[in-house]
């Protein structure tokens, strides 16, 4: 049976001054389909802040599996909070709406759902969790932006997983989201994986779809949410995930303040 994963990442242009940003971001999100398309897989990419919204959610309920790539931070006032980060680069206020949408519809039809760096700590706000807004050690200020993690638990991800876990980023999990759990830390406290105690999501925040690593991580983790997704008992995930009331906060225009919203 052929599995078709929709990938949502932020854009597929930028101004000058983002350009070299936009490289990095399209090489891995073109390895993360070259990798999926290799094990006979089917890919589609949908890029979260250009295409339409209703595109977007019907593309990820045409899906077997659901990825959410790498990108820019995630705009605060969704976790109610203001602007801390020490450096300011610009929000993609659309593509962070549109991504959480897609994480809903994955919450209401169940879908399996993989978060990858920005991917999972959207997937952390979407279910009302926050961010740390900025880490340090986590990523390079050289021409090759990686560095190297190690965890003390990534067999908690999947015993077949193997270093090196290639990261580059600078904000971080901080408050879980409804029935999220962190499954490995970084030597230094930062979470690097979590999983949702019922629902077939997994989020990571490295890159496994890194072009060295891309066949053996991210097809594993790919095949780490495809099984328990087709492994899920109806009735206990309809019971643990609850009433599909998933909260997270949006901004207020008229008191810039967030506010708690139902689904």
């Known amino acids: 049976m052929s599995v078709h994963v929709a990938l949502f990442h932020v854009r597929t242009r930028r101004q000058a001054a983002g350009a070299a940003y936009q490289s990095l971001l399209d090489a891995l999100n073109a390895s993360a389909v070259a990798a999926i398309e290799r094990v006979g897989w089917t890919a589609s990419l949908h890029a979260a802040g250009e295409a339409p919204e209703p595109q977007l959610r019907r593309a990820s309920r045409e899906a077997d599996v659901i990825v959410l790539l790498g990108g820019d931070d995630i705009e605060p006032l969704l976790y109610g909070q203001t602007d801390r980060r020490p450096q300011r680069t610009a929000y993609q206020r659309r593509a962070d709406r549109t991504q959480i949408a897609v994480v809903?519809?994955?919450?209401?039809?169940?879908?399996?759902?993989?978060?990858?760096?920005?991917?999972?700590?959207?997937?952390?706000?979407?279910?009302g969790g926050t961010l740390h807004q900025h880490v340090g050690g986590h990523r390079s200020t050289g021409s090759d932006p990686f560095v190297a993690t190690d965890l003390n638990d990534l067999r908690a991800?999947?015993?077949?997983?193997?270093?090196?876990?290639?990261?580059?980023?600078?904000?971080?999990?901080?408050?879980?989201?409804?029935?999220?759990?962190?499954?490995?830390?970084?030597?230094?406290?930062v979470v690097e994986a979590v999983e949702h105690e019922s629902l077939p999501f997994l989020g990571v925040q490295w890159h496994p779809e890194h072009p060295s690593v891309a066949s053996d991580q991210f097809t594993e983790l790919l095949r780490v949410v495809q099984r328990r997704g087709a492994t899920l008992d109806p009735a206990t995930t309809m019971s643990a995930a609850g009433p599909l009331e998933v909260t997270r906060p949006v901004s207020l225009p008229t008191r810039g303040r967030a506010a708690v919203v139902r689904h």
């Open 104 to 127: 809903m519809e994955a919450v209401r039809s169940r879908r399996p759902l993989l978060g990858v760096c920005r991917g999972m700590q959207l997937l952390n706000v979407a279910l």
């Open 157 to 189: 991800v999947s015993p077949r997983l193997r270093q090196p876990l290639l990261c580059t980023h600078h904000q971080a999990v901080d408050e879980l989201g409804r029935g999220l759990r962190a499954i490995a830390h970084s030597r230094n406290g």
